[in-house]
């Protein structure tokens, strides 16, 4: 096998990496090592290889904000051709992964064909389907298919109301189909992008891809439903950015300030102030709790969208009660990463 590390920006955690299967490994050794490959990116599977003495197999992975091996918040696009094959996921082996992400399929070349909750769809060259994590599914394909695998994080997800939807996504619209040329970019300029490149380009596809989700289950959703899941969606998205605020929210969303706020306190009792502000500090605390982030106190506050330093000591200080610098030292000095934040609770009476 080779196995290429193209290029890594440590700041931005992006990195490019080639692998490919040929016949300097026994057969058996180019099957084992793919089902290795395939279990990092698919979790817990049963792989049947269509031919095992004959098999090959080539991957492309551009991969961002990636906390550990399979963090199902990070933006990932892996571009892959091999022999044929059956991925089998069951309903237990998804439940004790503890996955919500699901991954989208767009088939380039040849056919692919997906099973979920007793609900099917094949997939010709153009077309998408997505599968999600958390429930057991079946991944088949012949000898010769090429195609992307998209990682879209739980964040993005819209809830399902109706788990047994539609696999299939028929790029029949303009969201579609800039799916598709934003996924070719992103593939073709893999060893040219920036991090900062591939991480605005990959949340520009992940929302888009959220919202062709929504559209689907739009008759299920009252306005102020669509209004949250959408802000919801997008500070996830883009809270690192320090240029995001509740204005600029309800601007990208095509509705006043008023209305973002009365949807969002309908909806999940909380305001797009304060889910901003939590997701904000939540990820800093993530990062300062990380004993290999290298990062200064002021680029974790820069990089979690703060402006002011100070601000950010204040508001981290206050919320988990302990200093940046004092998670930052723990972390270090145990040399292993600090257990999460818990929840945050508003007071009674606060919403």
């Known amino acids: 096998m080779v196995v290429v590390p193209w290029s890594q920006d ?24 793919w089902c290795g490959m395939v279990g990092c990116g698919l979790g817990t599977t049963t792989t049947r290889f269509g031919s095992p003495r004959g098999f090959w197999g080539k991957t492309w992975t551009q991969r961002a904000l990636a906390r550990w091996d399979r963090d199902p918040d990070q933006l990932q696009l892996i571009e892959f051709a091999s022999g044929a ?38 997939l010709g060259p153009g077309h998408m389907g997505v599968v ?50 934003l996924a070719d970019n992103l593939a073709a300029e893999r060893l040219e992008l920036e991090g900062a490149e591939f991480i605005a380009i990959s949340r520009a596809l992940v929302d888009l891809v959220a919202g062709a989700l929504d559209e689907r289950r739009a008759p299920q959703l009252d306005v102020y439903a669509r209004i949250a899941a959408d802000a919801c969606r997008r500070i996830d998205l883009y809270s690192d950015d320090p240029r995001l605020s509740v204005q600029t929210l309800a601007d990208s969303l095509g509705c006043s300030r008023r209305q973002l706020e009365i949807a969002m306190k309908t909806v999940s009792g909380t305001t797009p102030g304060e889910q901003l502000r939590e997701t ?72």
């Open 85 to 122: 094959v059956t991925y089998d996921r069951s309903d237990k082996a998804a439940a004790s992964d503890g996955d919500d992400s699901a991954g989208l399929y767009i088939a380039l070349n040849g056919r692919i064909r997906l099973l979920q909750s007793d609900h099917a769809a094949e």
């Open 132 to 181: 999600r994590y958390c429930q057991g599914a079946r991944v088949s394909y012949d000898d010769g298919f090429h195609g992307y695998l998209l990682s879209i994080p739980s964040y993005a997800l819209p809830p399902a109301r109706d788990p047994h939807g539609r696999l299939g996504l028929r790029p029949q619209n303009a969201v579609l189909r800039t799916v598709r040329l």
């Open 10 to 33: 440590l700041s931005l955690s992006y990195d490019v990496c080639r692998a490919s299967l040929g016949e300097e490994y026994s057969a058996v050794d180019r099957t084992d090592i």
């Open 280 to 351: 904000r500090l939540r990820r800093a605390y993530e990062r300062l709790a990380d004993p290999d982030n290298t990062q200064a106190i002021v680029d974790v506050a820069t990089s979690s969208g703060y402006n002011s330093l100070s601000g950010f000591r204040a508001s981290f200080a206050a919320r988990f009660g302990i200093q940046p610098g004092e998670l930052k030292l723990q972390a270090r000095s145990t040399d292993q990463a600090q257990p999460r934040p818990k929840p945050h609770r508003r007071s009674p009476g606060s919403h």
